[in-house]
């Protein structure tokens, strides 16, 4: 069983940095790929960036490449995602996300678990 906890989000001026944690509580976590998403007010849930079940491999939206980094430390079953140079257009809710056996998914429709949500706020 999978059960994700995110933590690290708060307000934060423009410009500025949020590094956010995704624990899994389950002893199986080094079987999943895992994933970031976010939803802003008012618009749907959309990928953010995912990292293959090993780490070797990463992928990311437009939107955040150059900014946002993902990592994880199977060891702790925990996902990070490091936000540099945050936007008022990065204000949503993130969510971490579970795929069992997978490598590169961007689909909300591939992920089996997910996270409750932590909310990120960018001040202009």
């Known amino acids: 069983q999978v059960q994700l906890v995110e933590s690290g989000g708060g307000l934060v001026q423009a410009g500025g940095s949020l590094r956010l944690s995704c624990t899994d509580s389950?002893?199986?976590?080094?079987?999943?790929?895992m994933g970031w998403f976010r939803q802003a007010p008012g618009k749907e849930r959309e990928f953010v960036t995912t990292i293959s079940w090993g780490g070797a491999r990463t992928y990311y939206a437009d939107s955040v490449k150059g900014r946002f980094t993902i990592s994880r430390d199977n060891a702790k079953n925990t996902v990070y995602l490091q936000m540099n140079n945050l936007k008022p257009e990065d204000t949503a809710v993130y969510y971490c996300?579970?795929?069992?056996?997978?490598?590169?998914?961007?689909?909300?429709?591939?992920?089996?678990?997910w996270g409750q949500g932590t909310q990120v706020t960018v001040s202009s």
């Open positions: 389950g002893r199986t976590f080094s079987n999943y790929a």
């Open positions: 996300a579970a795929a069992y056996r997978g490598v590169i998914k961007t689909s909300q429709n591939e992920y089996d678990y």
